[in-house]
């Protein structure tokens, strides 16, 4: 009797960046071996399929060993078993929490929870990303929102931190753990237009504007909190609405804020009046849950499509927000 052995020796753990995105993806082995014969790997290098079907399936059993690693990647870097060099352990990290916006804007504003990964089957096919893909995706959004969910301080440092993410990534997964803490509604019909990065630009700006972090920087609570003093104390802006003297002081000190860093502010400042009327509106109605939780829907609503009779605001508030400056992509 003969038995066949595949041993693969070596000190330094190779990592096929293809391979690890077949993993990461959710395909199988077979699967993962027919599309790297489709991309006419054996042509280049002369093997034979055996033996791609065998590097394969080392490297699937690699990423399997060091996804525990990588769900606290801290631990990637100080164990001894995988002799891996810092700049591809950098690579595991980013692209093991790399995710799909489709799926984050699908997610953002809903609870993190069991319920919720039970129905990723149906987010699956509206976003066309393998139900595998899915819940490892939710799954480290869920171990990022545990992770902080305790801590002092801002979001985007901690998680920085706690999974040595780059700042960008980290700033991603700092606005979907504020979407977590907020549950801001925005899966509504009327929002489908905001995309994962509009909301995530505005949640940027709600940390670091609206929070505890935010506001009270001695107390290091965490970027997650808004007060509700502070939402109640947005109730005398109503002032603004009723008194042009007030109206006219901050038309002034808005346009001087704004003046040559927005590309919409001859419109910005034409249609002053109805705007701040229409947002002063918006805030003042913050002192409910509810409210708090159509943030977003108002401001659509009443903002950019204001009722039948109010004056129409220009066309550019029917834009996205730009994203907050020097926020740059990762890749």
């Not at 606290?72 to 891996?84: D, E, G």
């Not at 609206?210 to 965490?222: I, M, S, Y």
């Not at 346009?255 to 927005?262: D, E, M, Q, S, V």
Request: net charge neutral; with cysteine; glycine share 6%.
């Amino acid at each position: 009797m003969t038995s066949d052995l595949d041993i693969f020796v070596g000190n330094t753990t190779l990592i096929d960046e293809e391979v690890l995105q077949l993993w990461l993806d959710g395909h199988s082995v077979s699967e993962a071996v027919a599309r790297r014969l489709r991309g006419g790997l054996l042509d280049h290098t002369g093997s034979s399929v055996q033996v791609l079907q065998s590097d394969t399936r080392d490297h699937f059993r690699t990423f399997q060993m060091l996804e525990r690693l990588l769900h606290a990647p801290p631990r990637l870097l100080q164990q001894l078993l995988f002799q891996i060099p810092p700049p591809r352990q950098a690579l595991l990290v980013q692209r093991y929490y790399a995710f799909d916006e489709a799926l984050a804007r699908e997610l953002l504003g809903k609870k993190l929870s069991k319920g919720t990964r039970k129905d990723l089957d149906e987010v699956s096919a509206r976003v066309g990303v393998s139900i595998k893909s899915c819940r490892r995706q939710f799954d480290n959004f869920r171990r990022v929102f545990k992770a902080v969910e305790e801590l002092r301080g801002p979001l985007a440092e901690n998680i920085q931190q706690l999974f040595l993410l780059p700042p960008p990534m980290a700033r991603d997964y700092a606005a979907i753990v504020f979407f977590a803490f907020s549950r801001f509604e925005t899966g509504k019909r009327r929002l489908q237009f905001l995309s994962f990065g509009d909301l995530a630009a505005c949640a940027q700006e709600l940390m670091d504007r609206w929070t505890l972090g935010a506001l009270a920087p001695e107390a290091a609570e965490p970027d997650g909190d808004v007060p509700k003093s502070f939402l109640q104390d947005l109730k005398e802006l109503k002032v603004l609405v009723g008194d042009k003297d007030l109206l006219d002081m901050h038309k002034s000190l808005v346009c001087t804020a704004l003046r040559g860093k927005i590309s919409v502010y001859n419109e910005m400042e034409a249609n002053f009046k109805p705007l701040s009327r229409a947002l002063v509106n918006v805030g003042a109605k913050l002192t409910h849950a509810r409210d708090v939780r159509d943030f977003f829907v108002d401001l659509v609503e009443k903002v950019r499509d204001p009722p039948h009779g109010d004056t129409p605001l220009p066309p550019l508030w029917g834009h996205p927000l730009p994203p907050p400056m020097g926020t740059a992509p990762y890749g």
